[in-house]
């Protein structure tokens, strides 16, 4: 997600130069956290819609208080302790069903947070290790494959730029997915400057099913033109051919 550059002034303003208004400003600026903790302490502490909204509404601007934006995001993102480009985030924003990469619609925060039933950043925390888990399944992983490409993309555009589509894969699959440093190079001196939708589910299913040898790639298959292009730029490689 886009990050942006800020001063320590900007994320916490200054307090008036006043004692007694100086105090109140730090009571105030403390309060959110303090309550949250106390609250948590409780082990019956339930959720509560306004909490959570009340929690969304510190990252928001006054121009736009039900949209928590990039440099929200940013902040959002180090108060949870997790990095903007962190995995974790894309199953935060697919439980949201956020339409948007860098962006949180109020009813969209409200919606996946309600579900993990998260109303403070140590509760968001405790979920962490859930969210990822999420990835472990098979029927879900999938699904977030999928949300992942109109969520990425250009939304003036009907497919996604190969910049992006790359930097999605690895996110997604360049861990589990041997062949993905190839493919990525083969995308790179490749004609293609976009991914359509029906590539991206069939790359998906390619590194499922496809051995690393390629031994059982189907040429006369349903692939699309672009994998079978790749088969045959690796099988070159691989060949001793050269990279252009």
Partial sequence: ????????????????????????????????????????????????????????????????????????????????????????????????????????????????????QCDTIAKLQSKLDYLRSLLNDSNTFKSIYRYAYDFARDKDQRSMDVETAKAMLQLLLGKHWILFSHFAQFVDQSKYKVINKDQWSNILEFSRTISTDLSNYDVDGAWPVMLDEFVEWLRHQRNGGSTS
Wanted: hydrophobic share 30%.
């Fill in 1 to 116: 997600m886009p990050r942006a550059k800020r001063r320590a002034a900007d994320v916490l303003p200054m307090p008036p130069a006043d004692e007694g208004h100086r105090q109140a400003s730090k009571r105030q600026r403390h309060s959110y956290t303090t309550s949250s903790s106390r609250r948590n302490s409780k082990v019956d502490d339930g959720f509560s819609s306004k909490r959570c909204t009340t929690w969304f509404k510190r990252y928001t601007t006054m121009d736009d208080p039900d949209t928590l934006g990039p440099e929200g995001m940013e902040r959002f993102c180090q108060e949870i302790g997790v990095e903007p480009e962190n995995v974790v985030m894309l199953v935060l924003a697919y439980k949201m069903g956020a339409r948007q990469m860098g962006y949180f619609a109020q009813s969209e925060w409200l919606k996946g947070l309600t579900d993990l």
